[in-house]
């Protein structure tokens, strides 16, 4: 499945050049949709799965534009010089590019991990008609937690036993240190942005309609997303959680076979065509 | 000797690590590191199981590569864990 004619392309995120590959659909008119990619080695895990996703997007009538945040990627700037904030404005600036490079009328935002934290964050100031979130990261803080665990397994899997401890990083940051995280230098700024992102107290998503993605060892939404569904759903109607059982990929080396979760996403996103008649 | 924490333990890491083997072919003395291959981001998802799954905390000096070495290690693990709660 090889989409029509995909190709490079440089927009401007604030002062920044951003790097992004648009698949535009040959139908004039018809819907965008930008996809966020998470963040750190995440990015690096994901990266076959949301190509795959973005032809498929293509394939099924949506025109489509990966980017790299600024300071990611081929994207111009230095990583620990940014924050949440900015790459939310990158989303903003990539609907509009879309917009204007896609002729797109309507554009839609998709995300995995913190790339859908974000997507949800600046979804209303994007001014997106719906939103795709994959294993959305919900609590920034569980996710700093995680992370750093992360490290200290691969600690223990080197030297036999952790080197570091979970508060003692954390302290760190909290002096105004850079840590490391995953292999990124994590500013005090990102540290901040990131412990305290919970999606349960400032994702608005104004009654968009919404998708969410559970991507677990059982198909069953987490306990936190499950809160977070039952959230957004006290204001909307138009939430759809669905499941799915796969490793995550995102933390994988190996390639995952998405189909099932890109082909589900799919049925969906159809319905978000005609949205009068759905 | 298996008891329950093991074979519960079993069916954990079968389902988590999406291995493509029944939880009773897992064998509780073998390393699951060098004869299963779990890596550090397997391990990961283990602990999660284990938080998840048993009740317990694990803590970060409880990173030690002894008690992840095999099912039998790990048994014994959270069953010292559940002891001292």
Known sequence: MAPTDEHQVLFAGGVYELHGMLYPHQEKGAPGIVICHPLFEERKSAHRALVEAARAFCSAGFSVLRFDYRGCGNSHGTFRDFGLDDWAKDIRAAAGFLATQGGCPRIGLMGLRLGASLAFSAASSAGATFVVGWEPVIDGTSYFQQELRKKLMKQMMTYGENQDSRAALADAADRGEDIDFDGYALSPRLYRELTALDLRKTAHHAGLPVLLSAVTHNAKPSAILAEWTDLLRESSDNVDVHGFRLPPFWNLVGLTDCSELIAETITWLQKQKNPSTS | ?85
């Open chain 2, 1 to 85: 000797m298996t008891d329950d924490t093991e074979s519960r333990l079993k069916a954990m890491i079968v389902e988590r690590l999406f291995m493509r083997i029944q939880p009773e072919e897992l064998e509780s003395d073998k390393s699951l590191v060098e004869d299963y291959d779990v890596d550090s981001v397997s391990l990961l998802e283990l602990v999660v199981g284990l938080e998840e799954e048993f009740g317990i905390v694990v803590a970060d000096d409880d990173f030690s590569v002894q008690h992840f070495e095999s099912v039998a290690r790990l048994a014994a693990f959270v069953r010292s864990k559940r002891n001292s709660a």
